[in-house]
């Protein structure tokens, strides 16, 4: 009987110090991290349900500075790549020390010349009249008026030179021919000055177009001032204007030019390639990214993420795509914040952490 009583008493007191031993999980310790996902909004936005094309943007009108004098050293370099100018504005300076000189010695050859000329008209002047008096031959009285007009052709080649020089000073300093932004700069100070060697070139009040390229057949459906929806690199959309369709053909790929207005933006570059879609009979309808729509045997649906978090499932029924966007004919209403593609092990009820993505 002692021992069953002492047996009982020892597996107690062995349950109580495993217990003792055991640490309880904590709530925080239990909970997993919430998953981080890609969410964008639900937008009205323009869906193009006509052509899409892909062209370069260039500029509307290029306008190239260069030096009209040769043989000078360019002294300064007054802008930079990438800055807005106005018609008018110095951008290089030419290193006039020699030609200032050169303006020196040629002001003092006139004035010295106009002193001559002065003197020969004189002289000529007096003798006037004489002709046949025997004060002075008649061989003399012609040289002398001979010499005043002499003097008068050297005071005027004197004064085409000065002219020349001072013309020449005032295209020492090269200002911009346009008002716009410059995109090339190929000049540096110590470089010299020659006819035709391009130093900016400076795209026209900033203005840039895009060149979309688009296929034979779909050119008679497009037409000046079309709205068009143009996508830059960048992704940021813009909407521009049809300005005209190129009357030619490419005999090689078949594709015509159209060439699209747009607005000024420092985001477009001449050189960089754009998406463009035609908006003919496009509509402003309910948009939400391509890469949120997820699909199983019930159809297609979003992960839409409430204000605190959660996620739902919201079953959509779609339309258009155009642009890497598809028309929601119904589903959540614009605003709503949806799940991008990356949120594959979302579900039902899941609390998440969000960070904006900006979809192209």
């Known amino acids: 009987m002692m021992r069953s009583v002492l047996t009982g008493l020892f597996a107690a007191s062995l349950a109580l110090g495993l217990a003792a031993c055991s640490k309880p999980k904590t709530a925080a310790q239990g909970r997993a991290q919430p998953i981080l996902v890609s969410v964008a909004k639900i937008q009205t936005r323009l869906m193009a349900s006509g052509l899409s094309a892909s062209g370069q943007l260039l500029a509307r009108e290029e306008a190239v500075v260069t030096s009209e004098l040769s043989g000078y050293r360019v002294a300064r370099v007054n802008v930079e790549e990438g800055a807005w100018v106005r018609a008018g504005q110095p951008l290089v300076e030419l290193d006039d020390s020699l030609l200032r000189s050169q303006i020196d010695l040629q002001r003092a050859n006139l004035a010295q010349q106009q002193v001559a000329t002065e003197r020969a008209e004189a002289e000529a002047q007096r003798v006037q009249g004489l002709e046949n008096s025997g004060v002075l031959s008649n ?93 830059p690199p960048s992704g940021a959309s813009v909407e521009g204007r049809v300005r005209f369709v190129s009357p030619r053909v490419d005999p090689q790929t078949k594709l015509g030019f159209v060439r699209v207005a747009l607005p000024v933006r420092d985001d477009l570059r001449p050189g960089g390639y754009a998406r463009t879609d035609f908006l003919q009979g496009a509509n402003t309808v309910k948009a939400a990214p391509e890469t949120a729509l997820r699909f199983d045997d019930d159809g297609a649906f979003v992960m839409a993420v409430d204000a605190s978090g959660r996620v739902h499932r919201v079953n959509v029924k779609t339309g258009q795509r155009s642009g890497g966007w598809v028309e929601l004919i119904s589903g959540p209403e614009a605003g709503t914040r949806v799940a991008l593609a990356g949120s594959a092990f979302v579900l039902e009820g899941d609390k998440v952490r969000t960070v904006e993505a900006t979809p192209r």
């Open 139 to 231: 061989e003399q009285i012609a040289e002398r008026g001979l010499a005043a007009r002499q003097a008068r052709a050297a005071l005027a080649a004197s004064e085409a030179q000065l002219k020349d020089s001072l013309s020449r000073e005032a295209k020492m300093v090269i200002r911009a021919p346009v008002s716009g932004r410059v995109f090339e700069r190929d000049v540096r100070p110590g470089d010299t000055a020659a006819p035709g060697t391009v130093m900016f070139r400076i795209i026209r009040d900033g203005l840039v177009e895009a060149n979309a390229q688009a296929p034979e057949a779909d050119l008679s459906a497009i037409h000046a001032g079309d709205r068009v929806r143009v996508t």
